[in-house]
RNA sequence: GGCGGCGUAGCUCAGCUGGUCAGAGCAUGCGGUUCAUACCCGCAGUGUCACUGGUUCGAAUCCAGUCGCCGCUACCA
């Protein structure tokens, strides 16, 4: 492609397309075990929006992902599956690279620990620290458990025993022959590079963390395992296998062809960003280094340390069932809503909250309300008064022009510290002054008045605004910045377009048609769902809305049991039930809002209706899980429901 | 236990080296508008800036202590 115009104004850091410079950047190597999870998903989509970020501005861009193949919980797990751990590990990882495709991750290569090239650097990598002598063979001392075949520290055992609640059984002292890396002769050359290199860890709270962790002194590390055979094989022991870490950390030079062709290593390293989540900064920050050190390589410049999307109900994990799968999210919400949601909800390196309402939060007020209902009213006007043409601006009035030089320069310095959710803030910001202009500006009102010249203006500085922000939006969403492009007219898409181009003031032209569409985010209704799970509130809007027998099925009616009864000290209302829901739920606590019609021993033995999946509740302190029916009338009348004669607690009720 | 951090409007949080620092977004209420996806715009809040002392002319901002919460404290990826 001929790049005929020289750049007129070279923003900061932007190479000029001669002297492309290059960004190297990863994300972990995933441990396919399991399916991914949002966090993972997370992870990827920050790395994906910085590497497309940096590709807008002209940078050769490498961006690395893969999987972590090797380790004993693989080898277990496959073998519980009857497969073999490769092929165990090649369906997980076609399920992880189909993810990626449904979250538009434009990674340039994909590395598994398990492919030849992996597996030859690795051994290289071994042997030549072994050469040099700062991998050495020494005894390992450790408390073994043979019925777990796993190896414990001596502070990881309970009583003594092996920790595994499961087993209990006592352990004994094994040593066996291992391979030691020599973290502590390489302790304070780290040291001093932490301190003298201040972007080397970020964020600081996590540099100071590592840097504390090395002061307290560095044991040497166990690089190799006999107790399982899923790995590399030290070369020339082969009952010996690489251990994981020094396996996994490899990849980011074997992906390159570290020790082979070289020439993409020569390109692309040190790695410019390693982004990982905060519980392998240690790894990331201590042991990759020194490893690259004992290789005389240069390090890596900025390992980011970026925090967790918290659940409510605590961390994500399978036993809780409250993993999100972001497949799922995906299908419901779609890429860019939730590629936006990630990338906006959680600040620099510190964690963020992840619930579905945040995510519908986000989804209706930025990208409905405020971005695709300014595009839509905007277009509006422009078909209803321009005949849908871009109209001609007028000079003089430069407020948005300059509002909009101002969030491009904020934009970059937020981007090139990496510091996405703000970039985001910062193109919103131009999204609401855009609102807010309009209704000042109120063209709408200069039409009818003939102050068409001044109309014109503004609907111009409103649209090139847009346009501005689909560029900007970019390097976070795959398929909006591109249908704002196509609503305004522009028959080119932003993506692939030069930097400097797309976000100079004035790139609409007049008279385009535009292409008006229907809303870019519809807004998602929010359910109102009455948490309160007394008896109140009573038949509500009878009749206003049909429903179908599927929404009626969400509800899970039980027939209930009360066990025990009494009253809630400090309220008049409300009543503390056990209620016996039968084998399948069990147990259940429900406080009620019906002590002013029935007396606690009143209650007891009856049989009642529960609403068994309410969200659970806390009133007046007291949890409560779930609710039981009533019908009331005014405010004396209130009956509950029950059954019609015996039936086992727990039945469901249709 | 050791080291570090946090505790500011209902919620999520900004507030660097002390003097418009009492703020933003969301949620709430009221008003405006109706070009628009019940949208947008404006206004209004309430806050003992965890608690107690201290330094200072003056502290959310510095110091000490108390209470509460969190992170790191290595061989599980």
């Not at 502070?155 to 609640?165: I, M, T, V």
């Not at 296998?241 to 490899?250: G, K």
């Not at 992906?255 to 390109?267: N, T, V």
């Not at 249908?483 to 797309?502: F, N």
């Amino acid at each position: 492609m001929g790049v005929t115009h020289l750049s007129t104004k070279t923003s900061r850091g932007t190479p000029s397309p001669k002297t492309k410079k290059t960004f190297y950047i990863t994300t972990p190597i995933y441990y396919p075990s399991d399916k991914l999870h949002i966090g993972h998903a997370y992870t990827t989509v920050a790395a994906d929006a910085i590497a497309r970020y940096k590709r807008f501005k002209g940078f050769d861009v490498r961006f690395l992902t893969g999987t972590d193949e090797h380790g004993q919980k693989i080898e277990r797990r496959a073998k519980e599956a009857g497969k073999t751990p490769q092929q165990f590990v090649d369906e997980i990882v076609a399920g992880i690279k189909d993810l990626w495709s449904l979250l538009r991750i434009s990674y340039d290569d994909f590395i598994r620990t398990t492919e030849r090239r992996h597996i030859e650097v690795v051994q290289d990598v071994f042997e030549k620290i072994l050469k040099k002598g700062d991998i050495y063979k020494s005894e390992y001392e450790g408390w073994y458990c043979v019925p777990c075949e796993t190896f414990w520290l001596e502070r990881q055992l309970e009583d003594g025993k092996c920790p595994n609640p499961d087993c209990r059984r006592p352990v004994e002292l094994v040593r066996e022959e291992s391979y030691f890396f020599k973290l502590s002769k390489y302790q304070d050359k780290l040291i001093r590079y932490i301190e003298e290199n201040p972007d080397f860890i970020k964020p600081a709270s996590r540099r100071n963390e590592m840097l504390n962790f090395c002061k307290s002194g560095l044991e040497d590390l166990c690089v190799s395992r006999t107790t399982f055979n899923w790995g590399i094989p030290v070369p020339g022991d082969p009952k010996h296998v690489v251990y994981v870490w020094f396996d996994a950390l490899t990849n980011y030079i074997s992906a390159l062809g570290y020790g082979r062709d070289g020439e993409e290593f020569r390109k692309y390293w040190p790695a410019d960003l390693h982004l990982v989540g905060k519980e392998i900064m240690r790894f990331h920050t201590i042991i990759w280094p020194i490893i690259l050190m004992a290789l005389d390589l240069p390090l890596p410049k900025q390992v980011f340390g970026h925090g967790w999307l918290v659940l409510e109900g605590g961390k994500m994990s399978k036993s809780k069932g409250n993993v999100i799968d972001p497949v799922v999210l995906v299908d419901k919400y779609g890429v860019d809503a939730v590629r936006y949601f990630l990338l906006r909800e959680v600040p620099f390196g510190s964690d963020g909250y992840y619930s579905e309402e945040a995510l519908k939060g986000r989804i209706n007020s930025d990208l409905a309300n405020d971005l695709g209902n300014l595009l839509h009213r905007s277009l509006g006007l422009v078909e209803r008064y321009w005949d849908g043409r871009v109209p001609t601006p007028q000079a003089g009035d430069t407020s948005m022009a300059d509002y909009a030089r101002e969030v491009v320069k904020k934009y970059e310095e937020a981007m090139d510290g990496f510091l996405l959710s703000d970039a985001l803030t910062t193109v919103f910001s131009l999204v609401t002054r855009c609102n807010k202009y309009l209704d000042e500006e109120a063209p709408w009102a200069k039409m009818p008045r003939g102050e068409e010249a001044a109309a014109s203006t503004v609907l111009y500085n409103v649209l090139e605004s847009v346009r501005i922000v689909a560029g900007l939006l970019v390097p976070f969403l795959v398929e909006t910045p591109e249908a704002i492009w196509t609503q305004l007219g522009i028959d080119e898409s932003p993506r692939g377009k030069r930097w400097e181009e797309v976000v100079a003031w004035g790139g609409l032209k007049p008279s385009t048609r535009t292409r008006k569409a229907g809303p870019l985010f519809p807004r998602i209704e929010i359910r109102t769902q009455d948490a309160h799970p007394s008896t109140e509130g009573g038949a509500g809007e009878a009749g206003s809305e049909l429903i179908d027998i599927e929404r009626f099925k969400e509800l899970d009616l039980r027939v209930a049991k009360v066990t025990a009864a009494e009253a809630v000290s400090g309220s008049k209302k409300l009543l503390k039930l056990q209620l016996d829901v039968g084998d399948g739920i069990g147990q259940r606590q429900v406080v009620a809002g019906i002590a002013k019609h029935y007396k606690p021993e009143d209650l007891v033995g009856k049989y009642v209706v529960l609403v068994a999946n309410l969200k659970p509740a806390v009133l007046k302190g007291i949890r409560s899980e779930g609710m039981i029916l009533a019908a009331s009338h005014g405010e004396d009348c209130l009956r509950l429901l029950t059954v019609d004669g015996e039936i086992p607690p727990g039945s469901g009720i249709s």
